[in-house]
């Protein structure tokens, strides 16, 4: 079975700056997913940035980056130019890819509240 | 519509009544998964349907729970003898097959148990 960790329930950051989020993960497969996702206060799961473990090149979506170190299953969101909309909570989440090709669920971590300060 | 929609949007249900959490999926979307989500936690997978077959219902955590989605689009998430720890976040997520596509998820319905 997959495990999901994030150990920080919780950061801070001021407005402008730029912040890492913190997620491992523990798997023995070797074709799989891995996502971001934000959660505001209005509770829709908004997908951030999604990375294809096959691909070596980290994912950058705008101000949203990872650090993707499959090695070491790390997989680390840094969010530069830190906006007031960016305070949500955040989950790391893996998804393995069966051989057949169809879809499979997401495992989460506990999440990440993040509030970004004015 | 656009995105994945659920109703109600809060259900507050008395121990031991039964209850329904719908989910309409995004058009076209073959794959349905249902999540719970407890104060404070990530979301646990519940069941996957891929149109109306349901592939995994796996995470179902009793026999109480039940869902279901007769023609492949609409799903209903059924509860009986709802009890006290059933307290929690519904989401419904929806893509397309293939394992390619992310998954869109709805607002999710907040369930209370009195």
């Known amino acids: 079975a997959q495990t999901v960790t994030q150990s920080q329930p919780e950061m801070s950051v001021q407005e402008a700056e730029t912040v890492t989020l913190s997620c491992t993960y523990d798997?023995?497969?070797?074709?799989?997913?891995l996502f971001w996702y934000k959660q505001p206060p209005s509770r829709q799961m908004i997908l951030v940035i999604r990375?294809?473990?096959?691909?070596?090149q980290n994912a950058t979506e705008n101000r949203f980056s990872v650090n993707f170190q499959k090695a070491a299953k790390s997989f680390s969101l840094k969010i530069s130019d830190s906006q007031l909309g960016d305070t949500a909570m955040y989950f790391c989440?893996?998804?393995?890819?069966?051989?057949?090709?169809?879809?499979?669920?997401?495992?989460f971590g506990k999440g990440i509240t993040l509030s970004v300060r004015p | 519509g656009a995105g994945v929609s659920q109703s109600p949007r809060y259900k507050v249900a008395k121990r031991g009544q039964d209850v329904a959490l719908r989910c309409d999926p995004i058009s076209g979307h073959v794959s349905l998964f249902w999540y719970q989500q407890a104060l404070g936690q990530g979301p646990e997978f519940l069941t996957y349907f891929q149109n109306e077959a349901q592939l995994d219902k796996s995470g179902l955590p009793s026999d109480r729970f039940f869902a279901e989605r007769p023609e492949g689009s609409v799903s209903t998430l059924k509860i009986q003898r709802t009890q006290q720890e059933d307290s929690a976040v519904y989401l419904c997520?929806?893509?397309?097959?293939?394992?390619?596509?992310?998954?869109?998820f709805g607002d999710g319905t907040r369930l209370s148990i009195l």
């Open positions: 798997t023995s497969e070797s074709n799989y997913y």
């Open positions: 989440a893996f998804m393995n890819l069966p051989a057949t090709g169809a879809n499979s669920k997401l495992t």
């Open positions: 997520a929806s893509s397309r097959v293939g394992g390619l596509g992310p998954q869109h």
């Open positions: 990375q294809e473990a096959y691909k070596q």
